[in-house]
C-alpha cells in the first residue's frame, strides 16, 4: 500500500511557464516533506523541504506548498529551464519508529521543451 | 572528496557470486541508509544505520547483508543473488537525530547474470 503517491508518471512543459508536480500522501503522522530531482544515472539530489507546520516553503524558483487537510503537496517552478528536466520525487518522513525514514513516491518526468 | 561517494558504479555479477558495494559519506553525518530502485518503483528503504548501529531492516532477504564499521563507510555484501534482485542500489546519508534530509550517492547500477 503506497503511503506516498505521485499519480502523474510524466509532465511536459513549455520553457519559461509554470510546472507544477503533485504529491498525495495517506499517512496523517508524516510530518517533514521533501521533494528531490533525479538525473539519468545519478542519485537523487534534494530540492526542497517543507515542515508540516507551514504551508509554503520557498527557495529561488521552487516553491512547495503543503495541504494537510487534503493530504496534499505541490512544487512549483517558476520559470521552467530545460534543465530542469529530471524525474522529481517526493518523499515524507515517518516519525514513527524512532528510524530517520523517509517514504519516497514513484517520481514525476519532468520534460522542458525549450 | 565531497558528499556521498559509491563503489563501483556498475557492477555485474553470477547469481553464484560474492560481492560488495560500498559507500562512503564526507558530510560528517550520523546515519546512513541503503536503497534499491527498480523500474517504475518507488525508492525501497532496505537498512538504516544510526550511529553505526543498524535501527531499520526492512524484511530485506539475507541473501544481503549490511556493515556499518563507522558513521562514514556502509557496506552491503552480496551473495547468491537472484535476477530479480537487478536494480540501482543507492545509498544516503543524513545528520540524524532531527536532521531529515538525506543525502544521496550517485548509486551502483547492478545487474545479476
Known amino acids: 500500500d503506497q503511503q506516498v503517491k505521485q499519480n502523474s508518471p510524466s509532465l511536459s512543459v513549455q520553457e519559461g511557464r509554470i510546472s507544477i508536480l503533485n504529491c498525495d500522501y495517506t499517512?496523517?503522522?508524516?510530518?517533514?516533506f521533501l521533494w528531490y530531482k533525479k538525473y539519468p544515472a545519478e542519485g537523487p539530489t534534494f530540492l526542497i523541504s517543507?515542515?508540516?507546520?507551514?504551508d509554503k516553503n520557498e527557495d529561488g524558483r521552487f516553491t512547495v506548498f503543503l495541504n494537510k487537510s487534503a493530504k496534499h503537496l505541490s512544487l512549483h517552478i517558476v520559470p521552467s529551464q530545460p534543465g530542469d528536466s529530471a524525474v522529481y520525487f517526493c518523499?515524507?518522513?515517518?516519525?514513527?519508529?524512532?528510524?530517520?525514514?523517509?517514504?519516497f513516491g514513484k517520481g514525476t518526468k519532468l520534460t522542458v521543451n525549450p | 572528496e565531497t558528499g556521498v561517494t559509491q563503489t563501483p558504479r556498475h557492477l555485474v555479477m553470477g547469481m553464484t557470486n560474492k560481492k560488495s558495494l560500498k559507500c562512503e559519506q564526507h558530510?560528517?553525518?550520523?546515519?546512513m541508509y541503503w536503497y534499491k530502485q527498480s523500474a517504475k518503483k518507488p525508492l525501497e528503504l532496505m537498512f538504516v544505520y544510526n550511529f553505526k548501529e543498524q535501527t531499520e531492516n526492512n524484511s530485506v532477504p539475507s541473501r544481503f547483508s549490511p556493515e556499518c564499521p563507522n558513521s562514514s563507510h556502509l557496506f552491503l555484501h552480496l551473495h547468491t543473488l537472484q535476477p530479480e534482485d537487478s536494480a540501482l542500489y543507492l545509498c544516503?546519508?543524513?545528520?540524524?537525530?532531527?536532521?531529515?534530509?538525506?543525502?544521496f550517492g550517485p548509486g551502483t547500477r547492478l545487474t545479476v547474470l
Open positions: 518523499a515524507a518522513r515517518d516519525p514513527q519508529g524512532g528510524s530517520e525514514k523517509l517514504v
Open positions: 517543507i515542515s508540516s507546520i507551514k
Open positions: 558530510l560528517g553525518h550520523n546515519a
Open positions: 499517512n496523517s503522522m508524516f510530518d517533514y
Open positions: 544516503a546519508s543524513s545528520q540524524g537525530s532531527g536532521g531529515y534530509t538525506q543525502y
